[in-house]
């Protein structure tokens, strides 16, 4: 993902939620669970080019934008303790579809 990239989505982003605002870069770095204490410094350093963007982020990024809601801090705890064993809390497998969802590791 390039820097323009990156501006672009936090736009989109933006829009898709309904904000009626641009969403800033602290909330965009507590979104991808950046640090508090420089994640909008990173964000900022991300769309200025001074800083490369990483694959994980890229992706995160580019699942909100084509629909993904990510989840709250304790969803993703749940899903990782899920992932260590063979199947999670509810019926989820491993990597954290519910039941009568597929997906490419289902097949």
Known sequence: MTPEEMTA????LSKLWGLGRLLTYGEM???????PENGSDTVTKWESGR????????VAVE???AGAIPPTKDE???????RTSPRGPLGENAVGWKKGQRGKHDE
């Open 76 to 82: 993703a705890l749940a899903l990782t303790h899920a």
């Open 29 to 35: 770095a507590h979104i991808l669970r950046l640090r």
């Open 51 to 58: 800083s490369p963007i990483s694959g994980p982020v890229s």
């Open 9 to 12: 989505a936090r736009h989109a």
């Open 63 to 65: 699942m909100m934008l």
